[in-house]
């Protein structure tokens, strides 16, 4: 536990889990995307759909790390 603020840093256990989970993610969305119509894939893969997604997400999670965890 850190001192003072009261809250434990993940283990390895907790990080492995994670990678996992995102790894399972990206795996299923690739396999998702493979079974959509040639265009939709085009689409998909040559439109500005896949900056908007990862500059969504990227400001949501640097979002999530700014506001931190409530306090227990």
Same mark, same amino acid.
């Given at each position: 536990?850190?001192?003072?603020?009261?809250? @434990? #840093?993940?283990?390895?256990?907790?990080?492995?889990?994670?990678?996992?989970? &995102? *790894? !399972?993610? /990206?795996?299923? +969305?690739?396999?998702?995307?493979?079974?959509?119509? @040639? #265009?939709?894939?085009?689409?998909?893969?040559?439109?500005?759909?896949?900056? &908007? *997604? !990862?500059? /969504?997400?990227? +400001?949501?999670?640097?979002?999530?790390?700014?506001?931190?965890?409530?306090?227990?």
């Amino acid at each position: 536990m850190v001192e003072g603020q009261g809250r @434990t #840093e993940p283990g390895w256990r907790q990080v492995l889990v994670v990678a996992a989970v &995102v *790894v !399972l993610v /990206v795996l299923g +969305a690739a396999a998702g995307t493979s079974l959509l119509p @040639t #265009e939709v894939q085009r689409l998909i893969f040559h439109g500005p759909f896949l900056i &908007v *997604v !990862l500059i /969504v997400g990227t +400001a949501w999670l640097l979002w999530r790390i700014a506001r931190g965890r409530p306090a227990a």
